[in-house]
């Protein structure tokens, strides 16, 4: 079975540009996480969504974004890219999450954004 | 095997020895627990988890100790090989009616030298 895919593997931007992530979650998983991996800083909780809606966010400004689409793909978008952006931005999928449970993550290999 | 009472930033072992990684977590209301391991360049791949219902869980060469009363959470590795070189992360996650995102832990570096 294929786990968690995410393109590109590398991206070079310039700052103020715009970057899109993309992932693929695991088969039969229907909620994709989104988390940045800074140098020094560990990983930090971007974005849930789940069942094509955003269910929940970290502290992150809103020129952070997403969506996820019909067959639970989803996409990052970063916009007015700054040089701090540049990390390690990792996907993780799961089963559905019911009320008050809570389901393991699994990870992609991750993009790694280089802002310039 | 070397044994570590706080977080530290590095373990080194030799390998065959026993290597223990501990991990204190910040919310009592948090239920369930993962330990990650993440290789250079690569993503973190899971370990295993334990439930707050339990307080210790055994997979193949891993051990997970959970102690509740002092937050602290443990992985244990028997007969460490040179291939578990790796940061490992400790994860929990609090549910709440906003979601399930995993905190993780600042991670710590195990180097195995053979």
């Known amino acids: 079975e294929a786990g968690v895919t995410q393109s590109p593997t590398h991206l070079i931007k310039t700052r103020g540009q715009q970057a899109t992530l993309r992932c693929s979650p695991i088969?039969?998983?229907?909620?994709v996480y989104w988390y940045q991996q800074a140098l020094g800083l560990g990983l930090q909780f971007l974005l849930w969504y789940d069942e094509g809606e955003e269910r929940n966010r970290g502290n992150f400004p809103p020129r952070f974004s997403g969506r996820q689409f019909p067959n639970y793909s989803s996409e990052l978008n970063v916009n007015a890219l700054e040089l701090e952006d540049s990390a390690l931005y990792l996907c993780?999928?799961?089963?559905?999450?019911?009320?008050?449970?809570?389901?393991?993550?699994?990870f992609g290999p991750g993009t790694r954004l280089l802002v310039l | 095997g070397e044994s570590v009472g706080l977080h530290l930033p590095t373990l080194s072992v030799q390998e065959g020895d026993n290597s223990i990684i501990n991990c204190a977590y910040s919310?009592?209301?948090?239920?369930?627990f993962i330990w990650y391991k993440q290789e250079s360049g690569k993503g973190p791949q899971f370990i295993i988890d334990i439930r707050s219902n339990m307080d210790k869980r055994q997979g193949q060469r891993v051990t997970v100790l959970l102690n509740k009363t002092v937050k602290h959470l443990s992985l244990q590795i028997a007969a460490t090989q040179p291939g578990d070189s790796a940061v490992y992360f400790c994860?929990?996650?609090?549910?709440?009616?906003?979601?399930?995102?995993?905190?993780f832990g600042k991670g710590t570096t195990l180097s195995v030298s053979s």
């Open positions: 088969s039969g998983h229907t909620s």
């Open positions: 994860a929990e996650i609090s549910p709440n009616q906003a979601g399930t995102a995993l905190i």
């Open positions: 993780a999928s799961s089963l559905a999450v019911l009320a008050g449970a809570s389901e393991t993550q699994y």
């Open positions: 919310n009592s209301a948090s239920d369930y």
